[in-house]
T-cell receptor, first 116, second 111 residues
Framework: NAGVTQTPKFQVLKTGQSMTLQCAQD?????MYWYRQDPGMGLRLIYY???????DKGEVPNGYNVSRLNKREFSLRLESAAPSQTSVYFC???????????????FGDGTRLSIL | GQSLEQPSEVTAVEGAIVQINCTYQ??????LSWYQQHDGGAPTFLSY????GLEETGRFSSFLSRSDSYGYLLLQELQMKDSASYFC????????????FGQGTELSVKP
């Protein structure tokens, strides 16, 4: 089982360039998430998709857009990259069940993005 | 809003026991999770508490007190491979399963 697959693993962009980060999961999960992680920091939620066809903003959505293409795929787009968006980006997925049930998020290996 | 506090660093020796605390403030609360992340790697799920009390999974245990908005992760019989960052995360009500993560605690296990 591949789990959550992110592409690319590494990318260097120039300021102002655009880029789409791809994420796909094969666990039939209904919810998917995009996070960024800066050095020495926790994971900050950029956008999430609770189910196919819906997306919502997280803590740090500015400068990003997302598309939930189908149940498997959730992409993150930087329309005009800025140096402040240099970070490691993680995609995750989970299945949403009852209120108190455990719903662990499964993470991809990350995309290391540098913007010059 | 939601916020979590955990120590930034903890150091312990191999074979010892270490406790990593997490306090949280959240509007609505469904549960507290713990994740482990080795340097540069993907975070992986460790433990989850929705109700008060202790959950045990092998060498790792996690505790929650909802009345105190407090939880901890307990690691026993520490091994060198336990050196990693540990994150607590809360899931709030009506939020599509999304998690808010703490800043992480970097655990260093010394020989």
């Amino acid at each position: 089982n591949a789990g959550v697959t992110q592409t690319p693993k590494f990318q260097v962009l120039k300021t102002g360039q655009s880029m789409t980060l791809q994420c796909a999961q094969d666990m039939n999960h209904n919810s998917m998430y995009w996070y960024r992680q800066d050095p020495g920091m926790g994971l900050r939620l950029i956008y999430y998709s609770a189910s196919e066809g819906t997306t919502d903003k997280g803590e740090v959505p500015n400068g990003y857009n997302v598309s939930r293409l189908n149940k498997r795929e959730f992409s993150l787009r930087l329309e005009s990259a800025a140096p402040s968006q240099t970070s490691v980006y993680f995609c995750a997925s989970s299945v949403i069940q009852g209120k108190l049930s455990n719903q662990p998020q499964h993470f991809g290996d990350g995309t290391r993005l540098s913007i010059l | 809003g939601q916020s979590l506090e955990q120590p930034s660093e903890v150091t312990a020796v191999e074979g010892a026991i270490v406790q990593i605390n997490c306090t949280y403030q959240t509007s609505g609360f469904y549960g507290l999770s713990w994740y482990q992340q080795h340097d540069g790697g993907a975070p992986t799920f460790l433990s989850y508490n929705a109700l008060d009390g202790l959950e045990e999974t092998g060498r790792f245990s996690s505790f929650l007190s909802r009345s105190d908005s407090y939880g901890y992760l307990l690691l026993q019989e520490l091994q060198m491979k336990d050196s990693a960052s540990y994150f607590c995360a809360v899931r709030g009500e009506n939020q599509g399963g999304k998690l808010i993560f703490g800043q992480g605690t970097e655990l260093s296990v010394k020989p």
